[in-house]
């Protein structure tokens, strides 16, 4: 089962940076798109940045280019190096991945199956 987990969320003040983490795992390889989206109370999730599965052409919202940067770290991990912070920042930011995974089978089969995948959240709070 593939799996996301964020980490590196919590409270800023404005101005300052944060780093978040998103680890995958559960497979054995992939091909995959992973992105960041948010959601701020009361408003629907959007994408903050994305990255092809080989971290080449970040695509980023308007509204952080210039502030945030996406990157992968390895084969499992992409960053988002968030800088200069506002008060609009805050939300939580979930991990996200679309593409095919090599999934290992109970008796040691592989196939590759097409999944999307969504991490739990971390929530990142800009405030003065």
């Known amino acids: 089962q593939v799996q996301l987990v964020e980490s590196g969320g919590g409270s800023v003040q404005p101005g300052g940076s944060l780093r978040l983490s998103c680890t995958a795992s559960?497979?054995?390889?992939?091909?995959?798109?992973m992105s960041w989206y948010r959601q701020a109370a009361g408003k629907e999730r959007e994408l903050v940045a994305k990255t092809r599965s080989d971290g080449t052409n970040p695509n980023y919202a308007d509204s952080v280019k210039g502030r945030f940067a996406i990157s992968r770290d390895d084969a499992n991990t992409v960053s988002l190096a968030m800088s200069s912070l506002k008060l609009e920042d805050t939300a939580t930011y979930y991990c996200h991945t679309d593409g095919v995974f090599l999934l290992q089978r109970p008796g040691g089969a592989v196939r590759w199956k097409q999944l999307e995948v969504w991490g739990q959240g971390t929530l990142v709070t800009v405030s003065s």
């Open positions: 559960g497979f054995t390889s992939s091909i995959a798109e």
